[in-house]
């Protein structure tokens, strides 16, 4: 009977009472269990930290990524920092001790950082998704639209507009009353309950209209990097054919034959070059669908489903999409010498 009332829970493991000298076969495989779970998140927590101030680190020492698409990198990778410093740490004491230790105010901070920082995640690629769609759907449009000013307001907006959901959490409005008095009644647990109107409007501010915004997009992006392909791979291909009847035929003189070759190796290089901006135009692009794609991205209850994309989908994108850094990091280098 003595095993029967050890305790299960993880933390327990290390107050070994007079009654057991050594722990159970089964409490074995549980610290084991637990050791590994611990490994894990504190490595991912390592990982994300790290990784991002490096991506900050990285854009502030070198002045050719100094554009201004990484501006949205930044700040992009500054609320990654903060979500793993500020929500996966409170995560990983919870499952570290099995129950909530910080009391009933941190329940609240807990929740309501968690909803702001993974909307001010999605907003960002949002704002990185209408970055994409003028370079590439709109470029002769671009350096008007996306000035300093302009970018500078979009990323002050993915800041400011996520922090009106974290009222409703301060005041209780997100949740039900019979989990309100749950909460009280059982300060070591924080459950992030809510009900339907602060589900509404939290799952449409950070999920459904971003989500649509990117939807249009990255569609018109998909359907202008198609043409662009289509009609470059035609004329290169004409030109080819030309060349080939030219070197086979008889009708034209060598100096002819000569004269199409030297307007041939004069026209190439241009669409060469023409291909390689394209390719470079589509890497951000691509960057951002690969983070865009996984569902595991919304993290948190409030904002449901995500959507799963198939494999013809991701293989159209590693095809397509091959975008802009070091392209217009040149460009802005040159302009700025």
Not at 15 to 27: F, R
Not at 221 to 245: C, D, P, S, V, Y
Not at 307 to 333: C, Y
Request: with cysteine; aromatic share 10%.
């Amino acid at each position: 009977m003595a095993e029967d009332n050890q305790p299960k829970n993880s933390s327990d493991f290390f107050n070994i009472t007079s009654t057991s000298v050594l722990p159970t076969e089964e409490e074995w495989t549980d610290l084991l269990i637990h050791s590994l779970k611990t490994s894990i998140m504190v490595s991912i927590i390592v990982v994300s930290i790290f990784g991002n101030l490096l991506i900050i680190v990285s854009v502030m020492r070198h002045r050719k990524l100094r554009i201004l698409t990484n501006y949205y990198v930044i700040s992009l990778a500054l609320a990654d920092m903060l979500l793993a410093m500020f929500v996966m740490t409170f995560n990983f004491s919870v499952q570290f001790f099995g129950r909530w230790v910080f009391g009933y105010f941190m329940c609240d901070f807990w929740n309501s950082i968690d909803v702001y920082l993974s909307t001010v995640s999605i907003l960002h690629l949002c704002c990185i998704s209408v970055d994409r769609y003028y370079a590439i759907v709109k470029p002769l449009k671009y350096n008007i639209s996306m000035t300093k000013k302009v970018v500078a307001m979009m990323i002050l907006g993915t800041w400011t507009c996520p922090s009106l959901l974290l009222v409703p959490i301060y005041q209780g409005w997100y949740t039900t009353e019979d989990n309100q008095i749950f909460r009280e009644n059982n300060p070591d647990t924080c459950e992030f309950v809510v009900n339907k109107p602060y589900s509404v409007i939290s799952s449409s501010i950070s999920f459904w209209i971003p989500c649509t915004i990117m939807i249009y997009m990255y569609s018109a992006i998909f359907k202008e990097a198609n043409r662009q392909e289509k009609e470059m791979f035609n004329r290169h291909g004409t030109a080819l054919l030309l060349h080939q009847n030219n070197s086979n035929g008889d009708m034209l003189s060598n100096s002819s034959k000569t004269l199409t070759l030297h307007e041939m190796n004069q026209e190439t290089p241009t669409k060469d070059k023409n291909i390689i901006k394209m390719k470079r135009e589509h890497k951000a692009a691509r960057t951002l669908a690969y983070a865009v794609a996984p569902p595991q991205i919304l993290t948190d209850s409030t904002f449901g489903g995500g959507r799963t994309m198939t494999v013809p989908e991701v293989s159209t994108l590693k095809r397509i999409l091959s975008m802009s850094t070091e392209e217009e990091a040149l460009s802005s280098g040159r302009a700025s010498e």
